[in-house]
């Protein structure tokens, strides 16, 4: 394995410090824009052609580096009516920079019904037995096959391999 290129690094940190200190401002509909793809209102499409924009959306998003997880709990509808929404906020895009990317999801907050579906959707047997024990006074709910998947979804990976294992010392496990 190659080991991880660091030279897109002054780049990613500078357009990050850029949208931290307020410099620089734009949300995934003006980066949409300026790639020639405006997504359509929901409310005047049909669910068959909604399904064609939700799709159209999310390859979109995955042009400009943004990858959606946790979705298939959603109806397409919902999905992209929760992605529009998420489009119109403020955000960093790290476009040309290989390594860098964006991962959203609808249960990013991890408030605790975002937990709720979690477990109920998302979570692996373990996860779901570690929840169990630091939690034992929440919840379990059974768990179940997301209603909605999305096998097709654009993919990547954020960290390369070797960063993959960190010990609670923070130095790598590799």
């Known amino acids: 394995m190659e080991p991880h290129d660091d030279s897109d690094m002054p780049e990613y ?19 949409l824009e300026k790639c020639g793809w405006t997504p359509e209102d929901p409310d005047t499409l049909s669910d068959e052609d909604l399904s064609r924009s939700l799709t159209d959306l999310i ?9 959606i997880e946790d979705t298939d709990h959603l109806s397409d509808r ?9 489009c119109d906020e403020q955000t960093v895009c790290f476009v040309g920079i290989p390594d ?5 999801s609808p249960i990013g907050s ?11 959707y998302y979570a692996s047997p373990e996860r779901r037995a570690e929840h169990v024990v630091e939690c034992p ?3 379990l709910p059974p768990s ?17 391999e070797e960063y993959d294992e960190v010990d609670e010392d923070g130095d790598e496990d590799v």
């Open 137 to 139: 006074n929440e919840p």
């Open 78 to 86: 919902e999905l992209y009516n929760e992605l529009l929404d998420y």
């Open 100 to 104: 860098a990317a964006t991962h959203w």
């Open 59 to 67: 390859w979109s998003l995955g042009d400009l580096q943004v990858f």
């Open 13 to 31: 940190l500078q357009r990050l410090d850029s949208f931290l200190t307020g410099k620089s401002q734009t949300t995934l509909f003006l980066e």
């Open 110 to 120: 991890y408030g605790p019904e975002d937990v709720q579906i979690w477990l109920r």
């Open 144 to 160: 179940e096959i997301p209603p909605y998947p999305r096998p097709w979804l654009p993919q990547h990976e954020f960290l390369p």
